[in-house]
């Protein structure tokens, strides 16, 4: 049969039918869709407010001050991250979306950015379309990926630049250019989140096994070149700052690296009974066994396809600080690993239909209703196996109010305590306090930075008697006891509660 475009315009149908990227574009915009509106459903209700999230959000609002942070920035992380978010949330909290509040409205951002990296995961996967379906519904129905990707962190916002990589690097296209901005999306990545740079080896090894490729040089040397310059900018900008190497009265970009590699608390070894890391793995099995299980099954049998080992070179890059290390392992750890745990699902149910297949005989040339009937019937069987496991902790994230205490305790220090006095807030409520109180960094105060910022100093001198009020919620009393925070902890056992919202309490210092 002719192909519609070449009839005569009379001839030609009134709805031609979709070519193959058409469809699979329009499958991969509904993914994204779905994505959207299950991350959107009581967003500012589920999970609680984290620590991170508002570390971010108020970095990224500093941004329209012309500051990386509204306190001392000390290269806790390269700013590529929360400077990308400031735009999108400052939209989003100009018409009150979600929920009205500043850490609200980056959560927004941050399930943009999953239902844009759902997408580009679905563009990604070159594999027979049910079973791509398959492995996006599996990210997108996760409880484990929908607790943590609808959270404001730096790894969430990293996963659109490290999957357009991806596709970029398998482009159709006989160009050196893709594979060029492959290299700047990753290191784009990296500069919101140094995770990703584990990422490296699997990009090279997906580069090399192209198909029909004869730039194999230029295409490596353009990756790894404007890859290496993106990457530059962010020891250019400490250099320029004066802060690339350690300094006894100034911050400095080796001094971060020192402590985020060298000095900072370890979650213990993953064979230490009890060991933080123990339970943070044994958690993410817990959150979800089907995504984790599935997908380090069908890495493995992508092995047999040339074009997709590199699936598991990712993952077992990915798995190794989590096997061989004993440093810090922060809980958002995972989230870059479960799209590509996502892929490595659909790559062996494509691998197990293709098996079937011919089992089956139901290679026969031509279209084959019955062939596409068992392939969807395969899907949903699929996921009705999940679905028991999966529904009690969708319903509770689509339904539960967690943050209830905290959203109490927020309103009642803006509208209660008195402007001109100094308030101690955790980070998770400091940008919608100080909005209301001139957003000054010194009046409300975090509570770590009175301890932690040598400006405090500055600002108040005579120490936590300078703090009329402290708020105190379970992750205020962690931190203090887990960072030493002694004048902060001065500051809260010289106080007397004054109101109390569950776990959380406003509290007078009386000291």
């Known amino acids: 049969m002719a192909h519609a475009a070449l009839l005569p315009p009379a001839q030609r149908p009134l709805f031609p039918r979709p070519g193959r990227h058409q469809l ?22 589920s999970p609680v407010m984290a620590e991170d999230e508002g570390t971010y959000t108020a970095q990224a609002f500093a941004a329209f001050d012309g500051r990386l942070a509204p306190y001392t920035y000390w290269y806790d992380h390269p700013p590529v991250g929360w400077l990308s978010m400031a735009l999108p949330a400052w939209l989003l909290h100009a018409v009150g979306l979600p929920d009205g509040s500043y850490i609200g409205a980056a959560r927004g951002v941050a399930v943009i950015a999953t239902a844009l990296s759902v997408f580009l995961l679905s563009r990604r996967l070159h594999l027979r379309r049910g079973a791509a379906v398959l492995g996006c519904l599996l990210l997108v129905l996760s409880p484990l990926a929908g607790g943590l990707m609808r959270q404001a962190y730096l790894d969430v916002i990293a996963l659109p630049w490290l999957l357009g990589a991806f596709v970029l690097l398998f482009s159709p296209r006989r160009a050196l250019w893709p594979h060029v901005l492959a290299g700047v999306c990753f290191a784009l990545a990296v500069l919101t989140k140094e995770t990703t740079a584990l990422a490296g080896p699997a990009l090279l090894v997906a580069l090399v096994h192209r198909k029909r490729w004869s730039t194999r040089t230029f295409s490596v040397v353009g990756f790894l070149a404007s890859g290496a310059l993106a990457l530059s900018f962010y020891p250019l900008m400490a ?32 064979f230490e009974t009890g ?35 590199w699936i598991l070179v990712y993952l077992l890059c990915a798995a190794a600080p ?8 922060p809980a958002m750890y995972i989230v870059a690993s479960l799209p590509f745990l996502a892929l490595g699902a659909a790559a062996g149910a494509d691998a197990a239909w293709g098996v079937a297949r011919r089992h089956l005989a139901l ?43 905290w959203r109490q305790a927020m309103a009642y220090v803006q509208e209660r305590v008195p402007e001109g006095d100094t308030v101690l807030v955790p980070y998770s409520m400091w940008q919608d306090v100080a909005a209301t109180r001139g957003r000054d960094p010194w009046r409300v105060i975090v509570t770590e930075k009175l301890d932690l910022d040598s400006a405090f100093a500055e600002h108040h001198p005579d120490g936590w008697r300078s703090v009329d009020w402290v708020v105190v919620g379970p992750i205020v009393t962690q931190n203090i006891e887990n960072l030493g925070l002694s004048g902060a902890g001065a500051a809260v056992e010289h106080s007397e509660a004054v109101a109390s919202f569950g776990a959380w309490s406003v509290r007078k210092v009386t000291g």
């Open 239 to 270: 250099m320029l700052r004066g802060e690339l190497f350690h300094s006894p009265d100034k911050v400095s970009l080796q001094d971060a690296l020192a402590y985020q590699f060298l000095t900072r608390s370890g979650s213990g070894g993953l």
């Open 363 to 405: 290679d026969s040339a031509g279209r084959n209703p019955s062939r596409r009937a068992l392939g969807f019937l395969a899907c949903l069987a699929s996921l009705s196996l999940t679905a028991p496991s999966w529904a009690p902790g969708l319903a509770q994230r689509l339904g539960e109010d967690a943050n209830a205490d």
């Open 275 to 309: 060991s933080a890391r123990q339970q943070l793995l044994g958690s993410w099995w817990a959150g979800d066994p089907w995504l984790l299980g599935l997908g380090l099954f069908g890495a493995l049998v992508a092995l047999t396809r040339r074009g997709r080992r």
């Open 322 to 329: 989590l096997l061989l290390g004993s440093g810090y392992l």
């Open 24 to 45: 699979d574009a329009g499958i991969g915009l509904a993914l994204a869709l779905l994505a959207l509106a299950l991350g959107w459903v009581n967003l500012a209700g």
